[in-house]
């Protein structure tokens, strides 16, 4: 059976209408599309001091072995150098602690230790050799 012409018309205006709606949509999809692109930066683009703090880093105290040095805690994560520093003296790890960790000057280590800055020096000195032999040693008992 034929459709009449009232139905051709019916179905041709449904489709004119379709059409209109499809238009539309495609044209706030486009909009959309150039908004986003205008407003956001993909991650791949951001910089990486703004990804490092997106990200969260969770400490745990089996992590790391804990310092206290004049009253700040030092976290040394390397389990091999935190057991070579507990085998040094206190006043030996403390004197390298505060160099290298607090960033502190001979000068400002002899002042807290009563010392001279180039004895702050010899103990630091001192110090290194001895954490290097005493990791040479792990060393070689590891093989």
């Known amino acids: 059976m034929k459709p009449s012409d009232f139905q051709k018309t019916v179905q041709c205006r449904f489709e004119s209408c379709l ?14 599309l150039k908004r986003r692109k205008e407003k956001e930066i993909p991650f791949s683009e951001l910089p990486n001091i703004m990804v490092n703090n ?14 206290n040095v004049c009253g700040t805690d030092i976290r040394v994560l390397d ?9 040094l003296s206190q006043k030996n790890r403390e004197n390298l602690l ?38 040479k040693e792990a060393k070689q008992y590891e093989e």
């Not at 709606?21 to 909009?31: A, L």
């Not at 997106?54 to 310092?67: K, Q, S, V």
């Open 79 to 87: 389990d091999e150098l935190a057991n070579a520093l507990k085998k």
């Open 19 to 32: 059409k209109k709606v499809i238009r539309s949509v495609i044209k706030d999809y486009r909009k959309e």
């Open 98 to 135: 505060m160099y290298y960790f607090l960033e502190m000057s001979d000068r400002e280590i002899g002042e807290l230790m009563n010392i001279d800055r180039s004895t702050s020096f010899r103990i630091r000195k001192k110090s290194l050799d001895e954490i290097r032999e005493i990791l």
């Open 54 to 67: 997106f990200a969260i880093w969770d400490d745990y105290e089996t992590d790391y072995t804990l310092f």
